[in-house]
């Protein structure tokens, strides 16, 4: 479905190198337009460093200020995942170390009618790409092929939570929280016709093509959906009886399983709020030269082939997880906590921060969880070219106060290394 819409309609093609360079200092009609230059990470600062954890290494990061990036309170940063991920090998995409960020749109109870539609719709998905190396990013919209044909000739925006996201060599996963998987192509980075900061029209139009107002576009490629999706409200923890769904799972987060190396295993986990039994399940990846569906999802008669599942009986508030060996040999394990729930990291190695929690609308920054704010996804980094780095980054999705300074770690907020 998405060849067709790639090679005959979305026929400016683009690669990740082109993303993360290109500084467009106009928009398409010639105009001079600031919204589209590349945007820089910042170094945290204050108050936005104080729960850093104590460990000997920590990097923070936070977004521009340019255009409310590090305060808004519209978009909302979920899944991380990088380069480091999805290459083993020197951790690199086409020649760029990139971390990716998965957002989701926020409207708001008072907002007009006319503000909650089209490219303002509650849950419309972006994705960032941030190049470590310049500390440069650029947002993409995220579409889907309007038809399931293979003559898909128009795409719309996604929409969903985005909780969770891998990148596996070219492949980005993308959690749709009560439905299933999303996979997106690097491979199928296209750039649009019409762009800048007051276009608010998406798919193609008279020929042309637009994307909420960005340069590129990411079609969807696959979708891996559940036959029986939780019952309505069933992902929501404020609608969750505390008794997970038995025919049906919440996708809330991703990660990739490189221990015991190929064929590697896709995680997901589910998040209940305080309820705790939030299960984790371990899908079969192909592995990247498998002569068939080489980098998706291993499947057995129509459907996946899960791997293993555990229950998380003895835990709430699973925002994240992953597992890595190290270059010792030693396997390691790691969860992401809700805020406020000590620790807010745990595993094999390293308990975590262990200071008194501090409740997220809370403005005493100094105490609490290692992030400030609520931590969501975690992604392990092992090399970067032949130095073996192994790092832990993580990722905030708000932090308290009436101000949002900071969304990600080492591309939100902070990134640790240990």
């Known amino acids: 479905m998405t060849n067709n819409l790639y090679n005959n309609h979305l026929t400016d093609h683009a690669n990740l190198t082109d993303a993360v360079t290109t500084d467009y200092t106009t928009n398409s009609s010639g105009a001079t337009d600031p919204w589209m230059n590349l945007r820089s990470m910042r170094a945290c600062s204050g108050d936005e460093t104080k729960a850093l954890p104590p460990v000997t290494k920590k990097v ?6 340019a255009h409310s990036d590090d305060d808004t309170g519209r978009w909302w940063p979920q899944g991380l995942s990088s380069t480091g991920t999805a290459d ?9 170390h990139v971390t990716a960020v ?8 008072q907002d007009p009618a006319a503000d909650k539609e089209g490219c303002r719709t509650n849950n419309l998905l972006k994705l960032t790409f941030i190049d470590r190396d310049t500390a440069k990013y650029r947002h ?8 399931t044909s293979s003559s898909a000739s128009n795409f719309k925006f996604v929409t969903g939570h985005a909780g969770g996201i891998v990148w596996y060599g070219n492949y980005i996963y993308v959690t749709d929280t009560s439905n299933g998987i999303r996979v997106f192509d690097i491979n199928k980075l296209a750039k649009v016709d019409t762009y800048g900061s007051g276009v608010a029209t998406y798919g193609i139009s008279g ?4 994307a909420c107002g960005y340069p590129y576009v990411l079609p969807q490629v696959h979708y891996y959906k559940q ?9 929501d923890k404020d609608a969750v009886s505390g008794v997970p769904d038995a025919d049906s799972l919440c996708y809330a987060w991703l990660s990739l399983d490189k221990t015991g190396g190929s064929p590697f295993k896709l995680v997901t986990g589910e998040w209940f709020g305080d309820a705790n039994g939030g299960r984790v399940v371990r899908y079969q990846l192909n592995p990247a030269g498998s002569a068939t569906y080489p980098g998706l999802l291993n499947m057995s008669g129509g459907k996946t082939v899960i791997e293993d599942a555990y229950a998380a009986t003895r835990y709430r508030g699973l925002q994240g997880g992953m597992t890595w060996t190290d270059d010792q040999g030693v396997l390691n394990f790691d969860f992401h906590k809700g805020c406020a729930i000590r620790p807010a990291v745990f595993s094999h190695t390293w308990a975590g921060d262990t200071r008194t929690p501090t409740a997220c609308t809370s ?3 100094s105490t609490g969880n290692w992030a400030v704010g609520t931590p969501q996804a975690l992604s392990y980094w092992p090399k970067l070219g032949a130095t073996q780095v192994d790092e832990l980054w993580g990722l905030t999705e708000h932090v ?14 902070h990134l640790m290394s240990m």
């Open 60 to 65: 923070a990061w936070c977004w521009s200020s």
């Open 88 to 96: 083993g090998g020197d951790g690199a995409i086409q020649g760029k």
């Open 102 to 109: 998965a957002w989701h749109y926020k409207t708001y109870v």
């Open 140 to 147: 993409v919209l995220l579409a889907e092929p309007t038809s």
């Open 207 to 210: 020929g042309k093509s637009s």
């Open 227 to 235: 036959a029986s999706p939780p019952p309505s409200g069933g992902c």
């Open 363 to 365: 403005n005493n920054l």
């Open 400 to 413: 308290p106060g009436p101000a949002r300074p900071v969304s990600i770690e080492r591309g939100s907020s």
